[in-house]
């Protein structure tokens, strides 16, 4: 794992697996605990980012500007929020990272994984997060779920293929890294998760147990 005095937790998951539904969870488990806690998302986490956010989820654009805006903001996300605040010994919490990147436009989309490698060498060579929990869930599940919120964004409106391909992405990324990886079967009642959840926590993170 990435040696800093922080620690860097992140969530992942196909649209529609509920990943959201925990991170006000994790956030609580850990604030009870007297962590430091820094809470974000991507695309986005700074107000420019925010604005490339709002780009990339709705104008139609090249695959490769995509996946640039996407590391444009995390480049922002890391320099403004993530690196202080591991610099103080804050913990950071975000909703989706560099794997989302693997996933959505390596997987879905097709890019050719080595120019997404070569992007996460260039923009974080130094940096992974130390926990992933990757929410996983059958896209028959995932889909229902989107159907019954909001109105979608452009990639919550892709078809099955799109999402199959992004979430057999998450999960090759899960195998290549099982270190900070842990996948979570997201069709568990929200209590079983939570229990789940602050397992792994307590077993990854001795001293906040």
């Known amino acids: ?17 509920g990943k959201s539904t925990h991170i006000a969870f994790v956030s609580e488990y850990l604030k009870a605990r007297g962590v430091d806690l820094v809470s974000s998302r991507e695309p986005g986490g700074t107000p420019l980012g925010e604005k490339l956010r709002d780009l990339v989820l709705h104008e139609k654009m090249h695959l490769e500007t995509e996946a640039l805006l996407m590391f444009a903001s995390r480049r922002e996300h890391i320099a403004q929020v993530i690196a202080p605040a591991l610099s103080r010994g804050a913990w950071v919490i975000s909703d989706r990272f560099t794997d989302a990147s693997f996933a959505y436009q390596g997987g879905g989309r097709g890019m050719d994984l080595p120019k997404l490698e070569a992007l996460e060498q260039w923009v974080h060579p130094h940096l992974q997060p130390d926990l992933t929990l990757l929410f996983d869930v059958p896209l028959d599940v995932a889909r229902a779920r989107l159907n019954a919120t909001r109105s979608l964004d452009k990639f919550e409106r892709e078809q099955a293929d799109f999402f199959a391909a992004t979430r057999n992405e998450y999960l090759r990324r899960a195998t290549q890294f099982p270190q900070r990886f842990r996948v979570i079967d997201s069709t568990q009642s929200i209590a079983e998760i939570q229990v789940q959840i602050a397992a792994i926590l307590d077993e990854c993170f001795k001293s906040i147990a």
């Open 1 to 17: 794992m990435t040696q800093h005095s922080g620690k860097f937790i992140t969530f992942e998951g196909i649209d529609g697996a």
